[in-house]
Nanobody, 114 residues
Framework: QVQLVESGGGLVQAGGSLRLSCAAS???????LGWYRQAPGKQRELVAR???????NYADSVKGRFTISRDNAKNTVYLQMNSLKPEDTAVYYC?????????WGQGTQVTVSS
């Protein structure tokens, strides 16, 4: 089971940008990956997902602002977040989807101040 470590979270003002990274302990070449987030008192929700063929899908709330990408050579998936809003404040988790199982990272906090 691949282990995932997120980084890049922090505090940013509304309208600002952050780039999250998620480094995997093994090859990500053949697996889909995703970013999820969980705000206080809310359920974890999908933010963006990228397949092994680099097809992507996004939550409606982040379309046009966030971009997911992958670098298979570095075993890393990224989430570029632009035009951040206070409602984007959450813990962001990386996920890897292999046959029959999902691996999760420990999460990284993103806080957007108004």
């Amino acid at each position: 089971q691949v282990q995932l470590v997120e980084s890049g979270g922090g505090l940013v003002q509304a309208g600002g940008s952050l780039r999250l990274s998620c480094a995997a302990s093994g090859s990500i070449f053949s697996i889909s990956l995703g970013w999820y987030r969980q705000a206080p008192g809310k359920q974890r929700e999908l933010v963006a997902r990228i397949t092994s063929g680099s097809s992507t899908n996004y939550a409606d709330s982040v379309k046009g602002r966030f971009t997911i990408s992958r670098d298979n050579a570095k075993n890393t998936v990224y989430l570029q977040m632009n035009s951040l809003k206070p409602e984007d404040t959450a813990v962001y988790y990386c996920a890897a989807f292999s046959t029959g199982k999902t691996s999760w990272g420990q999460g990284t906090q993103v806080t957007v101040s108004s």
